[in-house]
């Protein structure tokens, strides 16, 4: 679940909101179920062995009144859309294809909506925490595209960790499903279409083909890329502020090793089971995408894609104008740069997080000038750019790492560069 690190550019948001079903029993003995919990569970199978005939009556999309196009807000390395559910009101929601659609309660319950099934997920200690999806009459995207019974899981948490992004929730690729998607990350525009014959920045794109998941609501493009001597699974993930990622152990089943002094950051992230360590290093390989060959630098760590062997995101598909066609499960990308080597991902020199009260170092890059400096991970922050940060608020927190900092004075009085490093993670290491 959501976690705040890091150096990379922006920080280093979840891969992916996964709203983990519980359908089998392989980890029973490792669950509290109560006799509710077993009641909705018996619903929500039921309800899988229907999910055929029930996908087509959700989140319609009419081809007639396509294309359309509409812009976007880059908000910290996250595509933001605005979303109107029929009451004039336009609500920044982030688009992401890696996670299915979220609102808050407050929306869920000012927008009606029928309970479709509900979604259970694991917290600590085994309990299973349900969440409702509900199906809403109509949604505007963009104040162009219309989309008649979006469906989306209630439960977003207005006030958490994705709050600098947006408060309201997110659109996921259950919504995306029925249509033809391009995003033109040079122009931050989004184009919806009937099919690839309505687009430009098709024809002489790289093609991958993908796959989804059978039987479930959020059909998440999952692609095989060419890596090393064999080949990797990724998830591509609009919404994982990350760039190529390839976790820690995926490297060595493709017979590749980090090489000794990579560039490095580490960092301190917080997960649904708690704070933990996090190490990242870049890595730049030949990577074949389709009938393309490209030289990629992934960032390589752990718990970055759970359940791949890595994710291809937001920081990465930036270079790219990218087009997803859930008809013939084709995603295709007309490079934005010259050449055949994408370039390398930026890192901050250091990251910050704000846990409502303290700003505190998230992530410091390795051999950078505040590491150089002695900068540590969760020192307490006082200043940043200058400007004291005592009791701020949200919003001004989000200000002012949206700003991307170049200085950090700490509680111990020094003052640190944590400037943007341009191309870190593709350099040689120090």
């Known amino acids: 679940m959501p976690r705040s690190l890091s150096p990379i550019r922006s920080a280093i948001l979840p891969t992916m909101i996964v709203a983990a ?30 999910i055929a005939d029930y996908l087509p009556t959700v989140n319609q999309i009419s081809p007639d009144g396509l294309p359309v196009t509409f812009p976007y807000k880059a908000v910290g390395e996250q595509i933001v859309v605005d979303v109107d559910f029929g009451d004039g009101k336009k609500l920044p929601f982030m688009l992401d294809t890696g996670a299915p659609s979220y609102v808050t309660d407050e929306i869920a319950d000012a927008h009606g909506g029928e309970v479709v099934v509900e979604m259970a997920t694991i917290a600590g200690g085994g309990i299973i925490e349900w969440s409702p999806v509900k199906a809403y009459d109509s949604a505007t995207i963009g104040g162009a595209l219309a989309i008649e019974r979006l469906t989306a899981n209630v439960g977003w948490a207005s006030d958490g960790p994705f ?21 033109h990350y040079g122009n931050e525009e989004i184009t919806v279409a009937a099919n690839v014959g309505q687009l430009d920045h098709v024809e002489d794109a790289i093609q991958i083909p993908f796959q989804i998941k059978e039987g479930g609501l959020s059909p998440t493009p999952l692609i095989e890329l060419g890596v090393g001597n064999g080949k990797l699974s990724f998830i591509v993930d609009t919404g994982g502020g990350v760039p190529m990622t390839i976790n820690t152990d995926a490297i060595a089943t493709v017979g590749l090793e980090l090489p000794e002094g990579a560039p490095a950051s580490v960092g301190k992230s917080s997960g649904a089971s708690g704070d933990f360590d996090t190490a990242l290093t870049g890595l730049t390989v030949p990577i074949q995408l389709g009938d393309t060959e490209l030289m990629v630098t992934a960032v390589v760590g752990d718990g970055l894609a759970p359940t791949t062997n890595g994710n291809m995101g937001d ?61 540590e991970v969760e020192e307490v922050v006082t200043k940043v750019d200058g400007m004291d940060v005592a009791g701020l608020s949200r919003d001004d927190f989000c200000d002012i790492q949206q700003a991307h900092p170049k200085t950090i004075t700490t509680a111990s009085g020094q003052t640190y560069d944590v400037s943007v490093i341009e191309g870190f993670f593709g350099g040689t290491g120090n």
Do not use: H
């Open 315 to 375: 920081t990465f598909l930036r270079n790219f104008i990218v087009t997803f066609d859930w008809s013939t499960q084709t995603m295709y990308l007309e490079p934005l740069f010259e050449g055949d080597t994408v370039p390398a991902p930026n890192a901050a020199g250091a990251g910050i997080n704000y846990d409502g009260e303290t700003v505190t170092v998230s992530g410091v890059a390795v051999g950078g000038p505040a590491d150089k400096a002695g900068l």
């Open 163 to 183: 709050y600098c992004i947006t408060p309201n929730g997110l659109i996921g690729s259950q919504a995306m499903r029925n249509a033809v998607w391009q995003i």
């Open 21 to 50: 079903t519980v359908v089998g029993s392989a980890n029973a003995q490792e669950i509290t179920m109560t006799p509710d919990d077993k009641l909705k569970l018996a619903a929500f199978n039921e309800f899988m062995e229907g």
